[in-house]
Every structure is written in structure tokens, then in C-alpha cells.
């Protein structure tokens, strides 16, 4: 079976840029969650989506992000404008929904150097 | 809110040799408690989990049980291998709309 799938790997931009990371839940999975992982700060998570609907984004850091999920099988995360602080790895994971239990599958990531 | 501490890495260890990992949590009512391990290059995938006080969670050789009167959830394994050289995230989560809360990862190195 196919895991959550993650793109693109690896991106390499300029300051100011736009990012646009994309994300594939495991089909049938209906809560989906965008985490970010530095060094400095370890696992955050961004946004926590269930049936496609935002449910917390409180850890959105400011408003240059922003996440959609237009339907079951497909999220996106975009950065406009970009910032060097923003280089990261990006998790996507998904979860099975019947009370949500704890486990989670994660993507490989998406790891971003902004310039 | 609730909240998970790990004990500061790198931790590196001798193949063969016995591993604990200390995790501590605070959070209200009963969380169910998660170990999670990263690989290099490769996202997070559960490891073992508890669901409540006393459970004992295991897989691939370690082992963690779940402490209330302690709040803790410490990972052990009684002899690890250079395959076992990964990051080690404590989790927990109430359940529902809580989400699951990471602590910050321990790296784990085993040298042969």
C-alpha cells in the first residue's frame, strides 16, 4: 500500500520566493496534519485538518503560511514570501478518523533552504 | 496544556549494550503514551504505544510501561544494535480533537 507521499523532496529557493509543498494522505485516512522539524525547535505542528476541514492552526506561525485541503486526497502548504528562517523539514501525516488514537503516518518530508 | 520531556541527547551507546530512554509528561486525565522513531532521511513511525496506567507497550526489543504515579514512559531495550542508531520521540495525546504533542527527539548513535 501506498504511504503518505510527499512533494517535492527537496527545494532550494531565494528569500522572497514562493513555496508550495504538497501532500498525499493514505487513502481513507480523513485527518491529516502538517508538521514542521528544526534543530533548534524539534517537531512543530502547523496545521491539523479532519474531513478536510481545518480544525487547529494555532501553531501557523504568522500569516505568510497558509494550508489547504481541497478534497481527501490531496493538502497543500504554501510560504509567500519565503524567508531563510523557514528552512526546515516539512512532515505531512495522515490518520485513520474513529477517535483519533494517536497514530499517525508520516510522509519522508519536504526539506526547504531558502537562501 | 500538556506537554512531554526527554532526556537531552546525543546518547551514544556500544553495540550490545542496555538503553533507556527517560520520558516524562504532564497533561490532565489519562493520555495514551507513544514512542516514535525516525530514521535518517525518513519521516516518524510508531514504535510502541500504551493506552493506559500499567500497560506495557512493545516492539522489535524494546519495551516502555506506562508509569501514572510517576507520569512517565521511559523506552528500554536490553541490547541494542548499530540498526537501532535513530531519533526517539516521546508522544502523547488525550485523544479526539487533541492532537498528539512530541517531545523534542533524542538521538540515539550505537557504534559497533
Known amino acids: 500500500d501506498a504511504g503518505v507521499i510527499q512533494s517535492p523532496r527537496h527545494e532550494v529557493t531565494e528569500m522572497g520566493q514562493e513555496v508550495t509543498l504538497r501532500c498525499k494522505p493514505i487513502?481513507?485516512?480523513?485527518?491529516l496534519f502538517w508538521y514542521r522539524q528544526t534543530m533548534m525547535r524539534g517537531l512543530e505542528l502547523l496545521i491539523y485538518?479532519?474531513?478536510?476541514?481545518?480544525?487547529?492552526d494555532s501553531g501557523m506561525p504568522e500569516d505568510r503560511f497558509s494550508a489547504k485541503m481541497p478534497n481527501a486526497s490531496f493538502s497543500t502548504l504554501k510560504i509567500q514570501p519565503s524567508e531563510p528562517r523557514d528552512s526546515a523539514v516539512y512532515f505531512c501525516?495522515?490518520?485513520?478518523?474513529?477517535?483519533?488514537?494517536?497514530?499517525?503516518?508520516f510522509g519522508e518530508g519536504s526539506r526547504l533552504t531558502v537562501l | 496544556g500538556n506537554s512531554v520531556t526527554q532526556m537531552e541527547g546525543p546518547v551514544t551507546l556500544s553495540e550490545e549494550a542496555f538503553l533507556t530512554i527517560n520520558c516524562t509528561y504532564t497533561?490532565?486525565?489519562?493520555?495514551?503514551l507513544f514512542w516514535y522513531v525516525q530514521y535518517p532521511g525518513e519521516g516518524l513511525q510508531l514504535l510502541l504505544k500504551?493506552?493506559?496506567?500499567?500497560d506495557k507497550g512493545s516492539n522489535k526489543g524494546f519495551e516502555a510501561t506506562y508509569r501514572k504515579e510517576t507520569t512517565s514512559f521511559h523506552l528500554e531495550k536490553g541490547s541494542v544494535q548499530v540498526s537501532d542508531s535513530a531519533v526517539y520521540f516521546c508522544?502523547?495525546?488525550?485523544?479526539?480533537?487533541?492532537?498528539?504533542?512530541f517531545g523534542k527527539g533524542t538521538h540515539l548513535i550505537i557504534q559497533p
Open positions: 508522544a502523547l495525546t488525550r485523544g479526539g480533537a487533541d492532537g498528539l504533542t
Open positions: 485538518f479532519n474531513n478536510n476541514v481545518p480544525i487547529d
Open positions: 487513502s481513507g485516512h480523513n485527518s
Open positions: 497533561a490532565t486525565g489519562y493520555p495514551s
Open positions: 500504551a493506552t493506559k496506567a500499567d
Open positions: 501525516a495522515s490518520s485513520s478518523d474513529r477517535g483519533f488514537t494517536g497514530e499517525l503516518f
